[in-house]
């Protein structure tokens, strides 16, 4: 089982019709509900790390992108290092049908601080390949 604020790693999901593998994500929401006709129990964020200073310029370009920094100690049981969530992108999940575990969870303070720029977003995707 998992919560709001739960750092979750699923083994297989896609993403515009991408398998990919292990991989986490932030949990933004354990409501059931529907969209385009597909229940859901599940709305994710992934997260990323980031491999240099080059890489972290590059991602941060994009203005859907969130960073967080590893010496806030605001992730926990995370890898440590600091990295993005990206934030423009919602992914729908049905838990009786994903294969997770739950890795740590965030800070309070950076999931409202996640809240918040998602607020300011005026594009989200929603995702819904995993349904």
């Given at each position: 089982?998992?919560?709001?604020?739960?750092?979750?790693?699923?083994?297989?999901?896609?993403?515009?019709?991408?398998?990919?593998?292990?991989?986490?994500?932030?949990?933004?929401?354990?409501?059931?509900?529907?969209?385009?006709g597909?229940?859901?129990?599940?709305?994710?964020?992934?997260?990323?790390?980031?491999h240099?200073?080059?890489?972290r310029?590059?991602?941060?370009?994009?203005?859907?992108?969130?960073?967080?920094?590893?010496?806030?100690?605001n992730?926990?049981g995370?890898?440590?290092?600091?990295?993005?969530?990206?934030?423009?992108?919602?992914?729908?999940?049905?838990?009786?049908?994903?294969?997770?575990?739950?890795?740590?969870?965030?800070?309070p303070?950076?999931?409202?601080?996640?809240?918040?720029?998602?607020?300011?977003?005026?594009?989200?995707?929603?995702?819904?390949?995993?349904?």
């Amino acid at each position: 089982m998992c919560k709001i604020g739960d750092i979750i790693v699923v083994k297989n999901y896609k993403s515009q019709g991408v398998n990919i593998s292990k991989h986490s994500f932030v949990v933004l929401s354990t409501e059931q509900g529907k969209i385009q006709g597909l229940d859901f129990d599940l709305v994710c964020n992934v997260m990323s790390s980031f491999h240099s200073e080059e890489h972290r310029k590059q991602k941060m370009r994009y203005p859907g992108n969130f960073e967080y920094s590893a010496e806030q100690e605001n992730v926990h049981g995370g890898h440590g290092k600091a990295g993005f969530i990206k934030a423009e992108q919602f992914y729908y999940f049905d838990r009786n049908k994903l294969d997770f575990y739950v890795l740590g969870n965030v800070e309070p303070e950076l999931f409202n601080a996640l809240i918040a720029y998602i607020q300011t977003l005026d594009e989200i995707e929603h995702v819904v390949d995993n349904l």
